[in-house]
């Protein structure tokens, strides 16, 4: 059974800076590609980045291009998004999932319970 705990969020100021993690078992992770996803009230949830099984290829949104970077550490079967100069309109709920790089999708409809982050104006 796939679990995915993702953790870290918290209310931040504009400009600031905070570091999510996502815990996963249940799979193997060191040959899935991982996602980050957020989803605001009433909107679809949204791609954010992405990170190939052995970590040589990145993606990202244009929104967060520049601003965010994702990366993993397979001996810990966790992914991070370390997330720098917040906007407020990054305030989300933020989840991971195993990723369809090509796509930009996830690989199965499953989430975690997501971690809350806001970035005050």
């Known amino acids: 059974q796939v679990q995915l705990v993702e953790s870290g969020g918290g209310l931040v100021q504009a400009g600031g800076s905070l570091r999510l993690s996502c815990a996963a078992s249940g799979l193997t992770f060191s040959v899935t590609s991982m996602g980050w996803f957020r989803q605001t009230p009433g909107k679809e949830r949204e791609f954010v980045a992405g990170?190939?099984?052995?970590?040589?290829?990145?993606y990202y949104a244009d929104s967060v291009k520049g601003r965010f970077t994702i990366s993993r550490d397979s001996a810990k079967n966790t992914v991070y998004l370390q997330m720098n100069s917040l906007k407020p309109e990054d305030t989300a709920v933020y989840y991971c999932?195993?990723?369809?790089?090509?796509?930009?999708?996830?690989?199965?409809?499953?989430w975690g319970q997501g971690t809350q982050v806001t970035v005050s104006s």
């Open positions: 990170i190939s099984w052995g970590g040589a290829r990145t």
């Open positions: 999932a195993p990723v369809r790089l090509d796509t930009r999708t996830p690989l199965y409809d499953y």
